[in-house]
Every structure is written in C-alpha cells, then in structure tokens.
C-alpha cells in the first residue's frame, strides 16, 4: 500500500471536485486583482473562452466565427432592456437563447465542412451577422454601440442591490457563470462528452461505432454558442454598453489564443488562458503603447514552448510527477 | 449534569459568534482602506481620468491631446491649485476600443478614485464612457465630435461637450462655400456614423442656398483605392466635392482626388479639416482643400488668448504648434479646473452648476455651455490648406474666416429632445 501524499491527494481532491475548486477561486479572484472591471473582464471572457473550448478543445472543430455569439448574446441583452424594457435577467435569458438560435442556424451550415473550410465559413458567416448588426442602425446603434444597457439596482428575492457596486456586480454575474460552468462540467461527464471527444480523436470511427457524428457536432455547437453568448449577455450588464466590436472577428480570433495560451482541451485551461492574456494585455498597456509586441511575444513564447498551454503544461507535469512517485513507491 | 449539556450547547454558539465577530471585524479591516480613501480624497490631489486612443488610428492626435492637457494641469499647480490641492491627470489608453473604454473609465472610477473624467477621440468611445459616468454621476467633459452625445438619450446632467458637433461645423463649413462655389454637390462618404452626420449637417445648411445634392456615395470605411469612385464624380460634373471622412480616408481621397485632377473642374471641401491630417498627407495632396476646424494655431495674429495659449506650449514643447485635438485637451481640463475653483468643490454637481453658467475664454475667444444639452458654443474656423509660401512645417492652413460662436448653429434642445428648456 503506498502511503498517500498529502499534496497528491489534495489535488486528486480539486480534479475531483473541479467545478468547485474554479468556484471558490472565482469567489476570491477579485481581492487578487488590480481592479474590479478586470477581475470582471477576466470572469466574462474566461466564460467565453471556456464555451469557445468545447468546440475547439474537446469536439477539435476551430471556429473562427465565434464573436458572433458573444455579441448576438450582447446585443439582444442590450436590446431587450432597452428597447423593450425586460427586466435584467430575463434579458440574460433572451441575449443566450438568441445566441442559441444563430448557432444551430450557423452550425446547420457549418458542420458540413470540416478542417479549413469549416474555419472559413463559420469566418464568413460571423462577418454577415456583424454587418447585419451594424447595418441595423435603429436597433443597435451601428457604429456607436448600443448605449442605455444601464441596470442600476437588482431585486433577487426580496433583496435590493446595488448594481453600480462593482463587487455585488461581480457576485451577481458570477452566479450566472457558476451555473454556466456546472453545466460544461456535466456536459463533459456525460457520455455525450465522450462522444465529442472521440470525434475528436477520431470521427469515422466514431460513426462506425453508432453514433451519429452531425447531430452530436450540431448539438455541441449550439451549446457552445449558448455558453458564449451568455458571456456576451453578461458583458452587455457589466459594462452597459454594447460596442460593435463585441462581433469582430478580432473576437473570435482572441478566443482562440485565450485556449492556446491557456490549454485547449482542459476545464480549466481556457480560464487561465483568459486571465494571462487580459491581465498581461492591461499591465503592459500601462507602461507601454507598444503592449502588443510583449502580449505578441509571449504569446509566441508559449506555442513554440509549451504546446499544452499554462494549464494544459502544469496538468501534464503533475500526470508525469504522480505516475513516476507511483512507480517508485 | 444539565449544567454539562447546557456548556455542550453553548460552546458551538460561542464559536458561531465568534466567527460572526470575526467576520465582522475582518470586513471592517477589508473597508478600512476604503474609508481612508475617502478621507484622503477631500484633501489629496484633484484627480482628472484621461481616457484616450494612444495606440490605434488616432494616436498622433491622441499624444497632441495629452501634450496640451498636461500642459493646462502644470499650469494649474504652479498657480498653487484649489485650496493647496494639486491637480494630478490619470492618462489611459483606451485603444479606440468602447469596450476597452468603458473598462478604462470603471478603473478610474472605481479604483483610482477620480473626482472627474475628461477625454476620448471618437464617437463611440466617448458614447461608451459617459454611459458609465452617467450611471455613476460622474462628470465628463467630452473633447471630440459627435452629435449623438447632445441627445436627450445619452445626455444627463454631468455631460459636457467641449469639442464641436458635426453638425456644426459642416454647417459653418457650408455656409461659408456654398453661395461661392456653385449649388450642385456630390458627397463621397465614409458609410458610418460620422460621415452621415456630416452628410446631414451639409444638408441643412445647404437648404438654405437652393443646394442641390447629385449624389451621395458611400464608401467603406478604412478605403485605400478610391478609383472606382472617382469616374462617376467626375461624370456627375458638380460644381463642389465634399470629403465626408476622416483620418487616414481623408488623407487617401485627398490623394487620389488630387492624382485623378478632379481640382479642376470643381472646389474640394472637406467638413474637417485636420491639422494632423494635413501634415500626414502633405501640400500637395490638400491643395486648395477648404474646410473646417475647432481650431489652428495661426489664429493667434488675431486673438490673444490664441497666442499666449500657443506660446506656453511652444515653450513646453520645443517651438511644435498645437494641433485642433490637441487644444481641446486643453481646453477641456481648463474649463473643469477653472470650475472646481468657482465652485469651490470637487462634487459633480456643484462642478457642473458652475460650469452651466461659466463664459470662458482659454484660446480661441469667448466660449459657453448650452444649457439644455451642455454643448460648448463656440467659434468655427474656415480654413485653406497651402502649398506655397510657407513659413516653416507648421504653416499649413490659411485662415479664410471665423464663424462666430452662434447657438442658432446647433441643432435645437427641443430637435434633441430636451423637454427643460434652459
């Protein structure tokens, strides 16, 4: 019998209780950060990061189309409370099946391609839905952003906050994403999420073993474009505006180095991905205009370095570090 | 034994209150910086967040607009400041990015404490930080164009507006060009906010001459090859051109009109003319080009305030001019300072009750805010750019009129949908 490390099962404890452990870190992460808007930036497109992941990481299919949910989500939150005057959560509600719609639409077309063309369409269709929304000038704002997005305070049951107060906004939104990442968490337990993985590793046996690969990538893609447009329905409340940038494919783009950086393919690993690359971004825009070469730089350091991203590295290491003590002992 | 399982009882409630004063206690401790911060804001410097697009289009313009703002700051300390506090300019890049801006304001806001904000360089930046000085009652004093931000839906009562409207300056520009050049018009428009405003503005102005418009025709914005619709101006045969674009379009269909010798056969005319445009796209390119402007420096042989504003930043800035943008700046951090000492308070409404009624004349004449939406009504400069007989790198505009300060110019409070009259 080998005696149990106290650090390797403290560990195995976190693995086991993954959602957890992102939770009671989320609930302190604003006390570690600079600011609030950033811890809350970092809250948001870690979400976004982590929807975008299910595609990309565990189903292997890059969208680059994947502003288009974030700011659908955004924009019809926005458009909800201030052309219908929906209360705050219903309009959650509305901006995330909204983006749930565009992306079975989207997904219908796009998982009949795959590799490069499947890059390329779901590119060309995040762009029509741009236009449209920028084009659409009455309901949107086009190019100025959609301004009046503004929730100043929230009743939850029989309780009045202050909405402005950026650490109630915090908590608040973070209830949102918490059920968002229990829900990712699930998905990726489920047999469904093994059937997503094998697609990954390898689609036509897949379908040789039964089971029916379009409907199993159109299904992830939707959830994966509801997870990212809740996001977006979230940055719509924290910063009550919705820019038109929120579906550029800059976006899309940045989604893609927030998994990299930060480990595709791991639950955590796009959170983290989300953190460095924001944190990184706002520190150095502080003592430099030329910021991009360094998040550039860094960027490039660790794809060429560590291929498995921050998180995806250190998961890897502790693997080799558990495996090699077992042995030993 | 009742005694025992009474003790037994009472210990885990002792530990819960115990925890609860704890807690108590640790949140007092976690709130104490706060309140200290608090204190320290009433006697500390006065802090001014300055929101900006250093990185980005607009980043020459942008720096000119920190040039001028710390200059305004300086001169505040060595005049001893508001009751011994000095004035301190918390600069941010907001990469020409709302989203970012909107960031960059809540830090300043809710991190740095600031009393007030003054800056942005487009339309949508400065739309996306009074959204969020406006749910915070913060004061903001807006230093570039839109006429959006008059509107009674993003306005509130801690918006000012120091920078011109389009509106308002493709009016002066028209009614300055307009009865000279002939009344057919062909507008080449960069497709987004700016240029339909500017379009708008041409327009009404316009009516007023029996103008009438041959076309309208939009372009990309972020256009490089202007060639396609070029032939089609040509072939219209207007008797004026109108540029309504900005920045790096401008400087490329200034080029490209110059190369095609459309100058010919009609006068080019550009709603704004930019200072830093113009030294971007060079003599030639702007020849001739006749436009509009908050300001330029060679108004100084005409108004005093021009020359000793232009004075001290020469001497600042080793003998540079200042840019329109970059007067702004100043002008936009003078006239909240000038407030905080009338009012004799750094609280939002009292800043900006002073400011409501203040007359102001920092570098370009006599100046004052609306007071249904706040707007700054002030001159319009018309300027020519030159390409001959020019004294040094700075001599770039001729100034061929001022447009004085005139509220009839801007849209009304009511078209705005003001419904407090003053």
């Known amino acids: 019998m080998t005696q149990a490390n106290p650090i390797s099962s403290a560990i195995a404890l976190i693995a086991q209780h993954r959602v957890a452990a992102v939770l009671i870190f989320l609930l302190l992460f604003p006390l570690i950060m600079p600011y609030e808007a950033l811890a809350l930036n970092i809250l948001i497109f870690g979400l976004y990061a982590v929807g975008f992941n299910l595609l990309f990481g565990y189903t292997g299919l890059l969208s680059f189309g994947h502003a288009a949910f974030f700011g659908v989500g955004s924009y019809l939150t926005g458009i909800t409370i201030v052309h219908f005057g929906l209360p705050w959560w219903l309009a959650i509600v509305a901006g995330t099946a909204a983006s749930g719609v565009v992306g079975l639409l989207i997904g219908f077309l796009a998982i009949r391609t795959r590799g490069i063309y499947f890059s390329m369409v779901t590119l060309a269709l995040g762009q029509i839905v741009y236009y449209a929304f920028y084009k659409a000038e009455r309901w949107t704002g086009g190019e100025n952003g959609l301004r009046g997005v503004t929730v100043e305070e929230i009743n939850v049951f029989g309780l009045t906050l202050d909405f402005v107060n950026p650490l109630t906004k915090y908590y608040v939104l973070y209830v949102f994403v918490a059920l968002a990442l229990w829900l990712v968490s699930r998905i990726l337990a489920s047999p469904f999420g093994a059937v997503i993985e094998s697609i990954r590793e390898n689609e036509n046996r897949t379908a040789a073993c039964g089971y029916d690969v379009a409907r199993a990538k159109l ?8 997870i990212c447009g809740l996001a977006g329905a979230l940055r719509a409340l924290h910063l009550s505006i919705v820019p038109i940038d929120s579906l550029h494919y800059l976006l899309s783009g940045q989604a893609v180095m927030m998994c990299l950086l930060g480990g ?66 | 034994m009742t005694d025992s399982s009474n003790h037994k009882v009472a210990k885990p409630a002792n530990l819960r209150r115990r925890i609860l004063a704890g807690g108590a206690a640790g949140l007092t401790i976690a709130g104490a910086p706060f309140v ?43 005049g001893g400041g508001f009751n011994g506090r000095k004035c301190e ?65 993003d306005w ?31 507008y080449l428009t960069a497709d987004y906010a700016y240029g339909h405003e500017m379009v708008r503005g ?49 400087v490329n269909a200034a080029k490209q009109v110059t190369d095609f010798g459309l100058k010919q056969n009609m006068k080019v005319i550009a709603p704004v003319l930019l200072y830093t445009s113009r030294q971007a796209g060079g003599a030639d390119a702007f020849e001739g080009i006749l436009g509009g402007t908050s300001y330029y420096w060679g108004l100084e042989d005409r108004i005093p305030t021009a020359k000793i504003f232009n004075d001290k930043f020469r001497k600042a800035y080793a003998g540079a001019a200042p840019s ?25 409404t009292a800043v900006a009750n002073v400011m409501r009624k203040m007359r102001y004349d920092f570098y370009k004449g006599s100046q004052s805010y609306r007071l249904c939406d706040h707007q700054s009504v002030q001159s319009v400069i018309i300027v020519e750019s030159k390409s001959k007989a020019m004294k040094d790198k700075y001599d770039v505009f001729n100034v061929l009129s001022i447009e004085a300060p005139d509220e009839n110019n801007l849209r009304t409070c009511d078209e705005l949908g003001h419904k407090v009259l003053s």
């Not at chain 1, 992830?220 to 509801?226: D, E, G, K, P, R």
């Not at chain 2, 009404?204 to 490089?224: E, K, V």
């Not at chain 2, 329109?324 to 939002?348: F, H, K, P, W």
């Open chain 1, 219 to 226: 299904l992830i893609f939707t959830l994966s474009a509801v």
């Open chain 1, 264 to 329: 595709m393919g791991t639950f955590f690993g796009p959170f983290v991905g989300a953190a460095v690359f924001l944190y990184l971004e706002d520190v150095a825009t502080s003592f430099t205009t030329h910021w991009m070469a360094i998040v550039g730089v860094v960027f490039m350091v660790f794809v060429l370095f560590f291929p498995k991203g921050i998180w995806g590295t250190l998961v890897q290491r502790w693997q080799r570090w558990n495996n090699h003590s077992v042995v030993t002992k």
């Open chain 2, 36 to 78: 200290s911060r608090m204190a320290f804001a009433q006697t500390g410097p006065i802090k001014i967040g300055f929101p900006t697009p250093l990185t980005g289009a607009f980043s020459a313009e942008a720096q000119d607009q920190v040039r001028a703002a710390e200059l305004a700051v300086k001169e505040f300390n060595a």
């Open chain 2, 89 to 153: 300019l918390l600069v941010r890049d907001d990469k020409l990015n709302p989203g970012e801006a909107a960031t960059r304001t809540l830090e300043l806001i809710e991190k740095d404490k600031v009393d007030l904000i003054v800056g942005s360089l487009s339309a949508a930046t400065q739309l996306s930080i009074n959204a969020v000085c406006k749910a915070r009652k913060v004061l903001f004093n807006s230093i570039s164009q839109s006429d959006a931000i008059n509107e009674a839906k």
């Open chain 2, 156 to 186: 509130s009562f801690y918006t000012f507006h120091e920078a011109l409207t389009p509106h308002v300056t493709a009016g002066a520009v028209a009614r300055y060009a307009f009865p000279k050049f002939g009344k057919k018009v062909v």
């Open chain 2, 202 to 250: 041409f327009q009404r102005a316009g009516q007023a001459f029996g103008m009438q418009t041959l076309a309208d025709i939009r372009h990309p914005l972020g256009t490089s090859d202007f060639s396609s619709f070029l032939p089609r101006i040509q072939a219209l045969k207007p008797d004026v051109l109108v540029l309504c674009n900005f920045g790096r379009d401008l």
């Open chain 2, 324 to 348: 329109d943008y970059g007067a702004l700046g100043y002008a936009g951090i003078r006239s909240v300072l000038q407030a905080i000492t009338e009012a004799r308070s750094t609280t939002a």
